[in-house]
């Protein structure tokens, strides 16, 4: 297998996964989150790099860290999610940055970590994204039902009798899931723009959350691939490319969305309820 085709492989897979669990993140409003986590792995990746470990292996032990961390923070009264996510976001990004700074001759070129390096993409590389598409979509069959009555309405679903803890637990892990598997196509940095583009565009364009399940991995993965392709087209960085293609998606969804409202009897569409989203 050549070299960018590892890498059309690789972006395929990559943004279904970033599009299915984008899904989530967008549902959930958990977009600064998932901002904060693409982040704050930056220094795991930089110390895997110094230690000759595989880079989404030591994002993976950091997105761990930064998890746990964020959960304890946000039980702490006054404070939140929010706040703990503003805290993982600046403080893991200057933990990696003083890393670099620390460690000069790293192995991997630093911009690696932050915008992607598509076409250097090792079967390795495959085997871990394959992996975290499998343990995702598993996830999102077991338990489906459980996450949507979580997100659509938590204080019912504690009042059901249930704990909320283990869903946003999962939740979160499939996020940090997503983030490790996201770094070797756009970076740390742009990581952000294909979970959470993708599903957005999905969300204004369907009706319904299972189409927007279905649909957002699907945006996830063309943008991955038409990045991909300008990016050779061109002779650009593939990780920005690819990021903007996203973005561009979520622009001609929401230019779609403003017609279908200006035109709301020829487009309309029955949008699903909350009530029918946990049914379901």
């Known amino acids: 297998m050549s070299y960018f085709e590892r890498a059309l492989v690789a972006v395929v897979v990559i943004g279904a996964v970033s599009g299915l669990v984008g899904s989530l993140v967008v549902l959930r409003k958990r977009v600064f989150f998932a901002q904060a986590l693409t982040h704050g792995t930056f220094p795991g990746a930089v110390a895997a790099a110094a230690l000759g470990v595989a880079v989404p292996i030591g994002a993976a032990v950091a997105s761990v860290v930064l998890v746990g961390v964020m959960l304890l923070v946000s039980r702490v009264r006054s404070q939140g999610a929010q706040v ?9 990004f200057a933990l990696g940055a003083l890393l670099q700074a620390l460690l000069p001759d790293l192995p991997i070129r630093a911009e690696s ?5 598509i076409l250097t993409v090792t079967e390795a590389d495959l085997l871990v994204s394959g992996g975290v598409l499998v343990v995702v979509v598993a996830a999102f069959a077991a338990f489906g039902k459980e996450l949507l009555f979580s997100t659509f309405d938590p204080q019912g679903y504690r009042s059901a009798g249930y704990r909320g803890w283990p869903m946003e637990t999962l939740a979160l892990a499939l996020v940090a899931a997503a983030v490790v598997s996201s770094l070797p196509a756009v970076g740390a940095i742009l990581a952000i723009a294909l979970i959470a583009a993708p599903a957005a565009a999905a969300r204004l364009l369907m009706p319904t959350v299972g189409w927007i399940v279905l649909v957002a991995p699907l945006i996830g993965a063309a943008s991955g691939v038409a990045g991909l392709v300008i990016s ?13 293609v996203a973005c ?5 969804a929401l230019a779609a969305h403003g017609v279908r409202r200006v035109h709301p ?8 309820t909350a009530e029918e989203a946990i049914a379901r």
Request: glycine share 18%; proline share 5%.
């Open 265 to 272: 009897r020829s487009l309309h569409v029955p949008v699903e």
């Open 248 to 252: 561009g998606f979520f622009l001609l």
């Open 113 to 117: 970590f932050l915008i992607g390096s």
């Open 232 to 244: 050779r087209e061109f002779g650009l960085a593939a990780g920005p490319a690819i990021a903007l």
């Open 84 to 92: 703990a996510a503003g805290i993982v976001l600046t403080g893991g």
